[in-house]
Nanobody
Framework: QEQLMESGGGSVQAGGSLNLSCVAS????????LGWFRQAPGKEREAVAV???????RYGNSAQGRFTISKDNAKNTLFLQMTNLEPEDTAMYYC??????????????????????WGPGTQVTVSS
């Protein structure tokens, strides 16, 4: 069974940057859609960004213009570069994969329900 492991979270001040990584135990070619999600205390899990096997990306409103999702299939690794971080970005960040490809075409608000494999998450805390 595929396993995912995130890393790179931490504490930064507003305006700072963090780079998250997610290593998959199987080839990322197997998954037709990979994504980053986040969940803050008391809030629902939301999609941050997704990328399909053709490299097409989509971003949630909060990530647009500040975050960049990418992947390295040779290393089975998914990345999320985050810049200009805001306190509102504080959350647990999860990477996830799914094989149907639907996760990359549905409305991002519904995407979390499509993804089937999740990592344990990495905490990002942004202070003002």
């Amino acid at each position: 069974q595929e396993q995912l492991m995130e890393s790179g979270g931490g504490s930064v001040q507003a305006g700072g940057s963090l780079n998250l990584s997610c290593v998959a135990s199987v080839s990322t070619y197997v998954s037709n859609c990979l994504g980053w999600f986040r969940q803050a205390p008391g809030k629902e899990r939301e999609a941050v960004a997704v990328v399909d096997n053709n490299g097409r990306t989509r971003y949630g409103n909060s990530a647009q213009g500040r975050f960049t999702i990418s992947k390295d299939n040779a290393k089975n690794t998914l990345f999320l570069q985050m810049t200009n971080l805001e306190p509102e970005d504080t959350a647990m960040y999860y990477c996830a994969t799914e094989r149907s490809g639907l996760g990359c075409v549905v409305e991002l608000t519904t995407a979390p329900r499509i993804f089937s494999t999740w990592g344990p998450g990495t905490q990002v805390t942004v202070s003002s």
